[in-house]
């Protein structure tokens, strides 16, 4: 193909040719035709789609090993100056939570007797993956996650991903070695949630921004801004009781939970590998040690 | 060189540009984690397409723009197809329109491209939006606009150390349709 040489009387005319056009509006309704597919048959571009991520993902963790360096430099001279304070606000804490801790001893014991009163069945104990995440930001409009772990590690779709802080999301996609996980504030995340104290149920619904939305509670719920939010394990999808965030902010029917788990600045995600129940309701991973 | 070696060497060349668009849309999904900026990364597909489509449309043809709407849209979560049907769109603004462009100052190039980029996210947030058949709020697709033009002077420089050297290698007696006005450096 000759392309004509520009001139300036040609100026912002339009310079194609009539088979440009005819290839161009082609592939155009060719992309269109893949958006109409896509949206009927979901499956298999998912299936593609884990093909590739799995395939580009050891690339992206080599990749993604220099921005971290970059990014914890930067986090590690911003610390430098906050080290003082940082110390004696841990002491602070520390003396609080060994305070905590002589309860949570106390109570776990107390818990273990009535359980034992009440043959009660124990939820056993999850396997746990801790993978690499290796990108973010799925696309303007999607809040998601890779990580460097997949089949092979014993990841699967509809499993819980965790930080130590709280719920990031769930498992949405499979490759081998590579999985992707939408995050909680996504546009399409819908997590069945439980208050912690209260118990009153509702829906926490991703709207993209930081802060999720609460709806499907019951009419005349109370709320509080700081009540605790957890997974309330209906569904069968998630554990129960997984930590997600706190109300951080009530306007009429708007309810806002902010996230426990920093969203923005992921590194490293705790994957919970959950089986369906086998005890009711209760149920949990069969019995099994912590994978790395 | 013989002639196979030579033909190979002139393949790899004429592929570059298209390589280079594919690592780019790579990096675009790359964590970015100090905060503050938030998960959004700038649009480095939209960028590649727009340098090459204006100074070497013969290897971006459109054939080739499909491809690269279509690895964004894999390597992404979104719906499939969008990005693609997006690029494709804005390619051919950019290609019908390249001659205004050519032999512009950088500062005329980077302007043209804001307003490229502006239609870009325009058709993509209608894509989106009639895709889920709901309002979304266009706030992250603006921050990407702000984020894609502010790297796109440092990209343009990148991409048009690539063009020299692409234009180096094509040697005298192997015939290439070129485009011998090339950009000028920001």
Same mark, same amino acid.
């Given at each position: 193909m000759k392309y004509r040489p520009a001139s300036i009387i040609r100026l912002a005319v339009p310079s194609g040719t009539l088979s440009q056009r005819i290839v161009l509006t082609t592939l155009i309704l060719a992309a269109f035709g893949i958006v109409v597919l896509g949206k009927a048959e979901t499956v298999l571009f998912e299936r593609l789609r884990a093909g590739v991520v799995d395939f580009v993902a050891p690339v992206m963790n080599v990749m993604a090993r220099p921005a971290a360096t970059v990014a914890d430099a930067i986090e590690g001279i911003n610390e430098l100056g906050r080290l003082r304070e940082e110390n004696a606000k841990l002491r602070a804490q520390n003396e609080r939570l060994l305070h905590w801790q002589a309860a949570g001893l106390k109570l776990s014991g107390e818990n273990d007797r009535l359980r034992a009163l009440l043959r009660f069945a124990p939820e056993a104990e999850a396997d746990i993956v801790t993978a690499r995440v290796v990108g973010d930001s799925g696309g303007v409009f999607v809040r998601s996650i890779v990580v460097v772990a997949g089949a092979r590690d014993g990841v699967a779709k509809g499993q819980a991903a965790m930080t130590g802080d709280g719920l990031v999301g769930r498992v949405v996609s499979v490759g081998g070695r590579s999985a992707r996980v939408l995050l909680i504030t996504d546009l399409n995340s819908r997590i069945p949630v439980v208050f912690e104290e209260s118990r009153e149920r509702a829906i926490l619904a991703g709207d993209n921004t930081a802060a999720p939305k609460l709806s499907f509670l019951r009419h005349g719920a109370r709320v509080n801004t700081g009540d605790r939010i957890v997974t309330s394990g209906h569904g069968g999808v998630l554990p129960a009781g997984l930590p997600i965030g706190i109300v951080s902010n009530v306007a009429g029917e708007e309810i806002h939970v902010r996230p426990f788990a920093a969203l923005d600045r992921l590194e490293f995600v705790r994957v919970i590998a959950h089986r369906e129940a086998t005890v009711g309701s209760l149920g949990g991973a069969p019995p099994g040690g912590m994978k790395r | 060189m013989n002639g196979l070696l030579r033909r190979l060497d002139g393949l790899a060349t004429d592929l570059a540009p298209f390589i280079v668009s594919l690592v780019l849309i790579m990096f +675009?999904?790359?964590?970015?984690?100090? +905060? +503050?900026?938030?998960p959004v990364a700038p649009n480095l597909g939209l960028i590649a397409v727009f340098y090459w489509t204006i100074y070497r449309p013969d290897l971006m043809p459109a054939i080739a723009v499909l491809p690269l709407g279509l690895w964004q849209d894999l390597m992404n979560a979104g719906p499939i197809g969008l990005n693609a049907l997006t690029l494709l769109i804005v390619y051919g603004v950019i290609l019908f329109q390249r001659v205004f462009f050519r032999g512009k100052t950088f500062l005329i190039v980077w302007w043209a491209f804001g307003l490229v980029a502006a239609f870009a996210s325009l058709v993509f947030w209608l894509a989106v939006m009639a895709w889920h058949l709901r309002y979304v709020d266009p706030a992250p697709l603006a921050f990407q606009f702000a984020l894609t033009l502010a790297v796109f002077p440092f990209l343009y420089w990148v991409l048009s150390l690539i063009q020299r050297a692409i234009a180096r290698r094509a040697q005298p007696g192997f015939p290439r349709v070129g485009d011998a006005s090339g950009p000028r450096g920001p």
């Open positions: - | +675009s999904t790359m964590p970015v984690n100090v +905060s +503050s900026i938030g």
